[in-house]
């Protein structure tokens, strides 16, 4: 029975159709918080999570994890090097809140420009400021800056076309091939964008090089009254510098994330940037529409029913991809119990491990190969004693790049 703990609110439908699964035990623990996690994770196999943050102590006191998944795309709540050390998954469901997000941004693209947010309170305040909320410049014929063109930069540029605003983008796999495939602007370097840009809108992960990829220095490069939208990650943006591009430059802001927020709903959060007049903001609700919510939901369904009915993860973001040496050893040898146990006690002996290995089965079952990702080269030596195996083994081939 594999135990699930869902540890983060969900749709309703959902978390019953996740306790529907067969050879699945539910457990819905929407309240944890990341101080009640380490006391409740007790022995579930597989954790989801949303916005709770899933800690080193979580981990180590999770003696039974496998697989954590994150009900949504950024990573970042999770530590994920402890998983990776105690060889526990960490999954996520890229691209499913991805029209949620630009959905949010071209909103806030439109309130920024009309100022709707603040029309609003000054109705509430009984006040008609016809002259003063008439001030508006329009988007349309706009250039549209988009750093990082994934899936949520991709929607977004859909949307804008139909605003009719000029698309550029920024991002590290666009080439200007792609570009101009997809009808869009190609952009050399951040720089350059902020200098040609009236919006720029950030959908980009956050990792160590992305912190402060808006600081003082690219932000005083944007057009006077430029428009800043962040929905990605608060880290990605320095507020400081932010709120001083706003002081200096009149530069309009519309953010989601921030600088320092609170890690679950419902708490109180003060930033002198929210007082700002040129602000419109929202509390990190950018995949929060109940469209996402049902498709990210529904993603994770599919990652746990994959990992239960043959033991694949799906979207996993922590398996290594290189090894520092490439060698690559394959055996051919007879299906037999053992053959393959023998194999890996000589590697033992000469302390080369495996870092990868996948074993096909001919017709009939008689024979197989063993294709091995080896951590260093194999020793004539050492080749020599597993073709010595010559009752159950055929061939051995060794292939590297050193």
């Keep these: ?183 869009i602007l190609f952009c050399d370097s951040l720089e350059k964008l902020c200098r040609e840009c009236d919006i720029i809108t950030v959908h980009v992960p956050f990792v160590p090089a992305t912190r402060h990829l808006f600081n003082q220095e690219r932000l005083a490069q944007m057009k006077e009254g430029a428009i800043f939208i962040n929905t990605s990650r608060g880290e990605i943006h320095d507020q400081v510098a932010l709120l001083e591009a706003m002081n200096n430059k009149g530069l309009r802001v519309g953010l989601d994330v921030f600088e320092g927020e609170p890690a679950s709903g419902d708490k109180h959060y003060d930033a002198e940037i929210l007082n700002h007049p040129n602000f419109v903001g929202t509390p990190h609700i950018g995949a929060s529409t109940q469209q996402a919510q049902l498709a990210v939901a529904s993603e994770a369904i599919r990652v746990v029913r994959e990992f239960l009915e043959n033991g694949s993860i799906s979207n996993c973001i922590n398996l290594q991809k290189h090894t520092a040496v490439q060698v690559q050893m394959s055996i051919r040898h007879y299906n037999q119990v053992g053959v393959l146990a023998s194999v890996m006690d000589l590697l033992r002996t000469y302390e080369i491990n495996i870092e990868g290995m996948d074993n096909t089965i001919f017709q009939e079952g008689k024979a197989a190969v063993a294709t091995m990702e080896l951590s260093d080269v194999p020793s004539e030596e050492l080749l020599q004693k597993i073709k010595a195996m010559n009752e159950t083994i055929i061939q051995v081939t060794v292939t590297h790049s050193s």
């Design 1 to 183: 029975m594999l135990h699930v703990l869902i540890a983060d609110r969900l749709p309703g439908e959902k978390v019953q159709e996740m306790s529907e699964l067969s050879g699945v035990m539910c457990r819905y623990e929407p309240g944890l918080s990341a101080d009640d996690l380490p006391d409740e994770i007790g022995s579930a196999h597989v954790l989801c999570v949303r916005s709770t943050r899933v800690t080193r102590e979580t981990i180590a006191r999770a003696k039974g994890l496998m697989l954590i998944v994150r009900v949504g795309s950024g990573t970042n709540t999770i530590d994920v090097e402890s998983a990776s050390a105690r060889g526990i998954y960490v999954a996520n469901c890229p691209g499913k809140n991805a029209i949620a997000v630009a959905e949010l941004v071209l909103g806030f693209m439109v309130s920024l420009d009309r100022r709707i947010p603040q029309a609003t309170a000054s109705l509430r305040e009984h006040r008609w400021e016809k002259k003063e909320f008439s001030k508006a410049s329009g988007l349309k014929g706009k250039r549209l800056g988009i750093v990082g063109l994934g899936q949520i930069g991709l929607e977004v540029a859909q949307r804008a076309s139909a605003f009719e605003m000029e698309v550029m983008a920024y991002s590290y796999d666009l080439t200007p091939e792609r570009a101009e495939e997809l009808g």
